[in-house]
């Protein structure tokens, strides 16, 4: 038995425990920055199987995070998680949304290899129906209002896989892995702050996966690589102006109203540009405090997107002269706060064609016709394969293809399990032939 | 005695029965059509002392009401009224927002005259800072967020004197009386629902007046007349569009951001008006659901003035024009719900001449030099004095003077309660001298 | 006979010269800032009746010049003002737009009276039809498109009138007369480069006056004075973007179309002022270069107003700032080039008085009844009445009241004569008034 | 020797004539709708070589021809292109902007093949340095403001060139054989109305070119293919209000200040639609009459474009609802004018194969290694592709690729006269592959 049959061989062993972990995981659902009980769970096995562990200010960039929730709301997530089961040991250092673990295992001499797993779950409210397999098998989230609706809970479940395979292959590696299980990808709020706090510096190889709907006949388990995924960023912007008596006297105002209208026309009037596609959105609004007042405040949430970080640059530059001249035109201030933001990312051919070959010649697995996903929306672990490309390295983000019940980010999303084990085996493959 | 001698008279002795009673209106202070207990007390009192009375159904045109509170909001009040004392009779007339009360007094032939007493209370935190008197004298608000700020608890104590006396002159007097005491004229809402309902068809004569702040020195205890209160109408506009992820296909969204944001720049660029005053006012703005999705709804508070009715009208059309434009051009819909209307208002000059003559001449009352206060604000005790003038009536809303210690709306807002007795004796002493 | 009946019968007696003089004005009409014939022709009278004559750099202060029409355009009315007969020797100081002219009597101790006369015609272009009055008695303005339609004929005509009488009264006189012959009224272009060469510093005394329509069987000759007069301040902006291909790289320009669209709306939506009248008008916009170009270059006519000084600097402030804000939005800039300005003007009531009493008892010309007439307009002889009043001056702006045969600005505008001796009677018996 | 080479030493014999034809040509550059000189020559040659010729209304469907110049301006150019040497018989026929010929050739049985070759100048000022060939070999234009600066010069030479050889292949052809000069290419104005007139109904093949500027060292000749042109709309939009003085009566006015502002403002803010590119640009306005009066007109030039007629459809709409609210709304009235339009298009494989086979094998000419250019403009041939395309058949549009001097569009743009003899061939050679 070589080392590929080996990893097959465990990840089909372990199939039901990942089924369970997972549903574990779906169970108790946590959002970005309050995933106090999943990271302390993992950190807690991590250690037991023997992994160097980071957790706490080891892991995040305190300053970097952005989207943070206010402090009551992640006091009574810590409090709660506690009571769910949370690693007493490990819970106290997530406090204040400092979730996220990184485990460490050292082989000797040879390249680094990090692997991004994403742990948060989404502001959706799971669907109650019996007809939804995670509420008829009694594993829906006990969290009204969060929800894994994006396969978080899988990914999460395939670093476990992987880590526990990789211990058992110790003696047949060379070099580093680097397992990242990364708070708070939803609204790409976490993945900067571990960037920040150097953890991807000396990685020559980054592989990370996003499980994917694919039609019921494709035997397929992979897209080895992905490219286009838009450049992001996410502004909160809040405008202060003077109230005033609107019948009264007006004048003595400065209306925050004007500011904000004129904000709002300019934003998606934004030029298009030639290089690629651009997004700009102003999803929310409130402003202004009652029907005969002059309005003194007003908050906008702000999304801006560009093919790629150079246009999405272009974009936000120009969204800030717009904001910032909308409000002084009027005798008002304009203060943003970031919200979140990703760049652009592309997968490395020499990689995507590894990942190929490992699968089909190596792990008998079959792979996609084609060898990139295009990703309309936006995704933070491309500051990781940027930091890692940017020093020499090669990464990919890969599709790990399974059949969902609905798509990503809807209330009745599940996905068939049978994809947990592929995953563990593509990755497992594949750093074994970095390393081996 | 001759019988302005003897209004004088009793207006005097009932001082402190009338401090008593406006300061239990203040206490148990309501808003706009919950002004239950306040409406059932009155309504006992005016028949106990032998008024027909006027209640439920017969006040207000249900369907002319504006600005009602939500059912839930009203049952509430409804059962606490109870339990603070109102009267069990009367008060399940009021249930649903159907306050206000109407005393008649028919007193053979003669012409008829209506006064108006509004009895609402505001939207505002009384201050608990033992300073402001009504909290140092424990008859301050046991309402939190309700308050008679604005002297209509004065006003419906005013309105009982009045309707003492009169009954004690009955044998004098030659034609009727109706003591109006009017719901929720706070965001004139309440004027309209009595008017449609008929109930100043037929009157000769409308008084009605309003406390106002003094200098210290000043010995006049009423300004005759008004005019310049400004017209108004007040909208709630709700938008209606179609959501669309942002970054996926923003194409697919009918995008009310845009709509609104292009009615808030062309609502405030509605043209000046060379006949007078105009405003207009966006006061609040809440639309959208998310960041990441085309907003697909909006509401919106808009405020319209104008000098006279008739620019109030231009302004008002105009709006109407911008909304429904704005919304069309997006693909939006934009309906629009009545929140509040005045007319302008001008009191005629040979009714203030004759309450000039028998506050100076026959009740020896000093009047100011000025015949008409104007009045920046707006009333809708416009409405029964357009229908009363439209009918070849006169009206003339006063302004009773004295001290108070805040401006309108303010949380310190007090007065001096001699202005009850004056004020008692005015009325008291124009309707005899038009119905004796 | 005492020296208001020698006014009197003075002015009688020069009437036809009066009218002749107009209608020689009428025929050459000349723009603002282009009265080269005009002002040569009065500079050289006033020094034939003796006064001391000012003219060029002595009258306007050259930078304080607005809406000076370009070289070209000034060097051809040069020429062609010589060949209509303009003064030869007085023509050469008013090349380049410094027209306008002074003359003084000086006739020992005593206060200092200053009158306004202004002399520009308009840029409208004359009835060419028989039934107006011009046409038919042949003395139309021979300059196409240059036209008297606001009675600045007259008011030159009656300044010369005054001049000639002062000076045979010159005897009976104690102080000093300054007869200040304005251009560029129309636009509030001239004023205030008069002002700020310091020609009404030590002036007590002010007069002006306007011919005025009034009702057929009117007999009052004057309203002694005026306010209301709105401040003004008019102003040319000017964007300047960089142009781009609109299909193939939008992104690189800076598009001042989308500068222009916001200023406008902007504008428009300057708070309403609770101290009095606002205006604001973008009456013309010309920008772009083509179809298929980002727009690089854009004009703008802005003209503001207030009801006061205080309030047309509010609005002047606020429309400063959108201006600029509006072009810094989108990375293009706006430079503005003041093109007229005027402040509010309130006539002294002292004055009005005295013009009162005057007419009335001195010289028999009926008054009338109202004071002051309300000027909706704007007009920057306010530059002038200003800077007395600041001395501690008195100053008024009349109406002079005649029968006209179309409003002003319009091309079939004329008026009775008879209008001419009755102002010259005014302002000579209230100079004497003061002076005697 | 065979038919391709026989067309290959027609070609290369008539090089001196292709030269000399382009340089008259060029030297009287015609506007489009005004190519009264160049349609009559055109048809002359036609004639006169034996072909059935079609002009005036055989072409162009009158009332689908867009951006027609005025009356006056095509009355002008009638007379100047007699006096320029226009052919006597055929001019006629293209008064009133009715220019563009078709030529017929039918040799029996077989398929119909067409090509267009567009034939108009551009509005471009050409350099008058003597360093630009035109000027210094004494062909530039002698039209000021009016240059071939695209090369049409050369197309409508190429199609002359074309004519000629097969006129004397006839015998080999079996089928019908349609040549094109298509008026007003530029703005894409013409190409509609000779689809309209049915003039493409019944076309099996179809073919065009244009000339392309390539790197100094590539041997290829032609690109076979494209794809990807922008579908756009052109629209000139007419706003209409009622003016009043800005002052005095601001509400008497219909502002269209006010209703462009806001259309341009959303015109840019139409949504990024996610099947492709989109363009929008108001590329020139000129609103309003002076500073003090209520804008009551504006003009406005809108182009609008979309990487597919469906994309380019949805922005139309959007456009129109844009500008008939903004109107609406402000009481104004919206009209547009169609002004140019075109669909997107793409290139049939089949036929571009073919194009590559005939010039590679048979032309012995070296082919581009690219099958298709992408075109970021826009191109009205492309309604004549789409309807040969929607009738079954296929079409192309080729890259004829040479060096040019400037950029298309640029006054200095000047072009290689080799690809004169090497389009004709091309044309020839695959009109015989077909037709044989």
Redesign the interface.
């Known amino acids: 038995m070589n080392q590929y049959e080996y990893i097959v061989a465990q990840a089909d062993e372990m199939k039901d425990r990942l089924t369970a972990t997972r549903r574990d995981f779906h169970k108790y659902a946590e959002a970005g920055w309050m995933e106090i009980r999943t990271s302390s769970l993992i950190a807690r096995k991590l250690a037991d199987m023997g992994y160097e562990v980071l957790v706490g200010e080891q892991v995040c960039k305190r300053e970097s995070r952005m989207g943070v929730p206010d402090e009551k709301a992640l006091d009574a997530r810590y409090e709660t998680a506690l009571s769910q089961g949370a690693d007493p040991e490990y819970a106290p250092y997530m406090k204040g949304g400092m979730t996220g673990v990184i485990g460490i295992l050292r082989c000797g001499e040879g390249p680094t290899v990090a692997c991004r797993f994403d742990i948060d779950a989404l502001g959706v409210y799971e669907d109650e129906n019996d007809s939804h397999r995670p509420t008829h098998e009694q594993f829906a989230s006990v969290h009204n209002g969060v929800m894994h609706a994006c396969g978080h809970d899988g990914h999460a479940t395939i670093g476990l896989g992987v880590a526990k395979i990789l211990m058992g292959m110790k003696e047949n590696l060379h070099g580093t892995v680097k397992l990242i299980f990364q708070p708070a990808e939803e609204g790409v709020r976490g993945a900067k702050a571990i960037v920040d706090n150097g953890n991807l510096d000396g990685v020559q190889y980054f592989l990370a996966s996003h499980i994917t709907d694919k039609a019921e006949d494709d035997p397929a388990v992979v897209i080895p690589g992905s490219y286009g995924s838009?450049a992001?960023t996410?502004y909160d912007a809040f405008f202060q102006g003077v109230s005033a008596h609107?019948?009264?006297?007006?004048?003595?105002?400065k209306?925050v109203?004007?500011a904000?209208?004129?904000a709002?026309?300019?934003l998606?009037?934004i030029?298009?540009?030639?290089?690629g596609?651009?997004?700009m959105?102003?999803?929310?609004?409130?402003?202004?405090?009652?029907?005969?007042?002059?309005?003194d405040s007003?908050s906008m949430?702000?999304?801006l997107?560009g093919e790629t970080t150079e246009i999405n640059q272009?974009v936000e530059d120009y969204a800030k002269?717009?904001l910032?001249?909308?409000a002084?035109?009027?005798?008002c201030t304009c203060e943003l706060k970031l919200?979140g933001s990703a760049h652009s990312l592309t997968s490395d051919a020499v990689l995507i064609d590894r990942v190929r070959k490992v699968c089909e010649q190596d792990l008998k697995l079959p792979v996609a016709k084609m060898d990139s996903s295009k990703n309309?929306?936006?995704e933070d672990v491309s500051y990781m394969m940027n930091r890692v490309q940017e020093q020499g390295g090669q990464a990919t983000f890969m599709r790990v293809l399974t059949k969902t019940s609905a798509p990503g980010h809807n209330r009745r999303f599940d996905f068939d399990e049978s994809v947990l084990p592929n995953a563990v085996k593509i990755f497992c493959g594949v750093i074994y032939d970095i390393l081996s």
């Open positions: 838009l992001t996410k609107a019948g009264g006297s007006p004048e003595k105002g209306n109203m004007l904000v209208a004129t709002i026309l300019n998606y009037a030029p298009r540009h030639s290089g596609v651009t997004r959105n102003v999803g929310k609004v409130i402003a202004g405090s009652g029907r005969n007042v002059i309005a007003a949430e702000i999304e997107r272009f002269s717009i910032e001249s909308s002084k035109m009027h005798g919200m309309g929306g936006s």
